[in-house]
T-cell receptor, first 112, second 110 residues
Framework: EAGVAQSPRYKIIEKRQSVAFWCNPI?????LYWYQQILGQGPKLLIQ????????DSQLPKDRFSAERLKGVDSTLKIQPAKLEDSAVYLC??????????FGQGTRLTVV | QKEVEQNSGPLSVPEGAIASLNCTYS??????FFWYRQYSGKSPELIMF????GDKEDGRFTAQLNKASQYVSLLIRDSQPSDSATYLC??????????FGKGTHLIIQP
């Protein structure tokens, strides 16, 4: 079974630029999550989708972050404009239920 | 605000000994409890989950849950150098996304 796919693996941008991350979940997983992990911290939930509907986006900085999951499969997370404090690993995870989430390899974002 | 607390460590354990990792959580409504292992530069990997009070064993790993005390633990028997990693405790509330602790850095000394 293929795992969660994410791209790109690494991204370096200047502050105030925009960036987008892509995620393809495990086939058949209805729930998709985006997490932000800052160095030395645990992952922090940004947004949770159930199929193509948003379940929880309470911790998403909506003035600069946006996410969508078209057709209930792939998802993109966008940051515009980026700030220095957005430097982190962005992790996509998917679940078929029970809260058991499986993570992709992540995208390491560096904002300079 | 849901919180999950872990001792950041490092926790140093001799090879072959039992490593004991602990976690407390704030939300009494939490229903699902997970342990993830994260190697440096890698993404979290699910190693154990538990939903009911008591113990759950899988190979060298045992997860323990005490909902009355809001306490979750992970025991690793016969610790190996390859077990050296950061262990993340995560807590969920049914359909909710997971709340993670900061992780405990475990070092297994050969």
């Amino acid at each position: 079974e293929a795992g969660v796919a994410q791209s790109p693996r690494y991204k370096i941008i200047e502050k105030r630029q925009s960036v987008a991350f892509w995620c393809n979940p495990i086939s058949g997983h209805a729930t998709l999550y985006w997490y932000q992990q800052i160095l030395g911290q645990g992952p922090k939930l940004l947004i949770q989708f159930q199929n193509n509907g948003v379940v929880d986006d309470s911790q998403l900085p909506k003035d600069r972050f946006s996410a969508e999951r078209l057709k209930g499969v792939d998802s993109t997370l966008k940051i515009q404009p980026a700030k220095l404090e957005d430097s982190a690993v962005y992790l996509c995870a998917s679940s078929s239920g029970g809260g058991r989430a499986f993570f992709g390899q992540g995208t390491r974002l560096t904002v300079v | 605000q849901k919180e999950v607390e872990q001792n950041s460590g490092p926790l140093s354990v001799p090879e072959g000994a039992i490593a004991s990792l602990n976690c407390t959580y704030s939300d009494r409504g939490s229903q699902s409890f997970f342990w993830y292992r994260q190697y440096s530069g890698k993404s979290p990997e699910l190693i154990m989950f538990i939903y009911s009070n008591g113990d759950k064993e899988d190979g060298r790993f045992t997860a323990q849950l005490n909902k009355a005390s809001q306490y979750v633990s992970l025991l690793i028997r016969d610790s190996q150098p390859s077990d050296s990693a950061t262990y993340l405790c995560a807590v969920g509330g049914g359909a909710d996304g997971l709340t993670f602790g900061k992780g405990t850095h475990l070092i297994i000394q050969p």
